[in-house]
């Protein structure tokens, strides 16, 4: 009987373990654009796919799951992804629905609301449209380089001091009333540090709350990019389980859910919003598959993986 009763338990205590690392979503992202306007050095977005914009539709049939399910507590919402957010035509209306759902997302455990934007259609009317809303807590800029000749080489398409205008001209109008911070990749062989940066990029990082500097990566590594990596890398993290594809799904224009915010591409869609609700996508076979396949250390099995360094805390 004791046997019997230890077996129950066993079996009791693995389902559970199973569903609780299978339901460990600690944030969401929607991606309001597919579309981006740059076409950076690092960056593996396929600029050849159609530009698709979420509908408003689209939008509150997410949010109206996740408000409504027992099974998701995140702890963030972030308003990007491959594009570029501000491209949407209806920015304000999509902001609207979140400020909307906002006190009932705080309920879930959604403690931060953030946008991520390269700064270069920050426009007045922009700025007005974001802070009026009142649905974020949180905007950062992506600001790479540390010079404005490294800003250039990397962020194709953009210019540094239109750029440097815009995120000044949204500071003065916020007057902090939601959090600021730039998001920085620093060229390889230079330190993450701001003593040798130039004197315009030390005095934008110090305008922000705050900043982060980070080497560049390979997204899903699915493209060369010529990004270095350390010899050791893939051996240190070969028992460990990738963060973003345990704690993180991405709403993409469409509808598409896919399980990684550095799938760029669409490449691991597990479901779609339109005819499929967020509790069913979180606990797909597709997903479990592939939690299952890093857990038992297969995850060159993955397509999406295989090819990435991954994501390890």
């Given at each position: 009987m004791n046997f019997l009763l230890k077996k129950i338990h066993e079996i009791f205590a693995k389902y559970n373990h199973e569903k609780n690392i299978f339901r460990e979503i600690r944030w969401?992202?929607?991606?309001?654009?597919?579309?981006?306007?740059?076409?950076?050095?690092?960056?593996?977005?396929?600029?050849?796919?159609?530009?698709?914009?979420?509908?408003?539709?689209?939008?509150?049939?997410?949010?109206?799951?996740?408000?409504?399910?027992?099974?998701?507590?995140?702890?963030?919402?972030?308003?990007?992804?491959?594009?570029?957010?501000?491209?949407?035509?209806?920015l304000r209306k999509m902001l609207d629905i979140f400020k909307e759902k906002k006190e009932k997302l705080k309920v879930k455990g959604v403690r931060v609301i953030s946008l991520l934007t390269n700064a270069t259609l920050l426009c007045e009317q922009k700025t007005r449209e974001i802070l009026e809303s009142g649905a974020l807590d949180e905007i950062r800029f992506s600001v790479d380089g540390g010079t404005i000749q490294d800003f250039q080489e990397i962020r194709r398409g953009a210019d540094f001091f239109q750029v440097q205008n815009n995120i000044v001209n949204f500071l003065a109008l916020n007057h902090d009333q939601i959090k600021s911070g730039i998001i920085c990749i620093v060229p390889p062989g230079r330190p993450l540090t701001t003593e040798w940066m130039g004197e315009e990029f030390k005095k934008l990082l110090g305008s922000v709350n705050?900043?982060?500097?980070?080497?560049?990566?390979?997204?899903?590594?699915?493209?060369?990019?010529?990004?270095?990596?350390?010899?050791?890398?893939?051996?240190?993290?070969?028992?460990?389980?990738?963060?973003?594809?345990?704690?993180?799904?991405?709403?993409?224009?469409?509808?598409?859910?896919?399980?990684?915010?550095?799938?760029?591409?669409?490449?691991?869609?597990?479901?779609?919003?339109?005819?499929?609700?967020?509790?069913?996508?979180?606990?797909?076979?597709?997903r479990k598959t592939m939690i299952k396949k890093f857990l038992s250390g297969k995850r060159f099995q993955i397509d999406l993986c295989k090819g990435c360094t991954g994501y390890y805390e």
């Open positions: 969401v992202n929607f991606e309001f654009s597919s579309r981006c306007n740059l076409k950076c050095k690092w960056c593996t977005l396929d600029h050849t796919k159609p530009a698709q914009f979420m509908e408003q539709k689209i939008l509150e049939k997410a949010l109206t799951d996740l408000v409504e399910s027992s099974y998701f507590c995140m702890e963030r919402i972030d308003l990007h992804n491959a594009g570029e957010t501000l491209l949407h035509p209806e705050h900043f982060e500097l980070r080497y560049p990566h390979r997204w899903d590594g699915s493209a060369e990019l010529n990004v270095p990596l350390d010899k050791n890398y893939w051996e240190a993290k070969e028992n460990q389980t990738c963060k973003f594809l345990l704690h993180n799904l991405v709403v993409l224009p469409n509808g598409d859910v896919t399980v990684c915010c550095a799938d760029l591409n669409s490449r691991g869609v597990i479901g779609n919003v339109r005819t499929t609700g967020m509790n069913r996508i979180l606990f797909s076979k597709q």
